[in-house]
């Protein structure tokens, strides 16, 4: 393949690849599991306070 055909493709697949890295932090921003933080009766008596599965 000739450089000229590489281009397009390098740019798209840099792209994808930042909005994957976007994506990735929006969620650890926005992605704490509240239905474990707010339900007492999942975390059991300890001094790190676990969950329990």
Do not use: C, W, Y
């Not at 992605?31 to 969950?51: C, L, N």
């Amino acid at each position: 393949m000739s450089p000229e055909n590489l281009l397009p493709i390098a740019i798209f697949v840099f792209v994808l690849m930042f909005l994957g890295m976007l994506l990735t932090v929006l969620e650890f921003r926005r992605g704490e599991p509240k239905e474990q933080v707010e339900d007492p009766s999942k975390i059991r008596e300890s001094p790190h306070g676990h969950v329990d599965d």
